[in-house]
């Protein structure tokens, strides 16, 4: 399956973003999905994850209470809601797909998107 995610941008500290991720190439309902960020140099960090029915989803710490996760099957798309947006997180987003259940552990993703830029300003 395809990634291409976007929506990423320059925001001021307490803004709003909504990234978007479109896959193509497979049954988009097959995967469970993920958002990923990396900051300049920090470790990868799981942000959240939605299951294939997007019954199911999971927040890592940064984005508990500010960010919601959700999908459109029909449209092929993942978004990633992100509120009260803080400097801290400034990174780029990445977007993942895998078979099976929701995890945090960006090693069970089997495709990537290309990531989108996320910059807050304080």
């Known amino acids: 399956v395809q990634l291409q995610a976007s929506g990423g941008g320059l925001v001021q500290a307490g803004g709003s973003l909504r990234l978007s991720c479109a896959a193509s190439g497979r049954t988009f309902s097959d995967y469970a999905m993920g958002w990923f960020r990396q900051a300049p140099g920090k470790d990868r960090e799981f942000v959240a994850g939605i299951s294939r029915s997007g019954l199911s989803t999971q927040n890592g710490d940064s984005a508990k209470g500010r960010f919601t996760i959700s999908r459109d099957n029909a449209e092929n798309t993942v978004y990633l809601q992100m509120n009260s947006l803080k400097p801290e997180d400034t990174a780029i987003y990445y977007c993942?797909?895998?078979?099976?259940?929701?995890?945090?552990?960006?090693?069970?993703?089997?495709?990537w998107g290309q990531g989108t830029k996320v910059t807050v300003s304080s």
């Open positions: 993942a797909a895998r078979s099976g259940v929701v995890s945090a552990n960006g090693y069970a993703y089997n495709y």
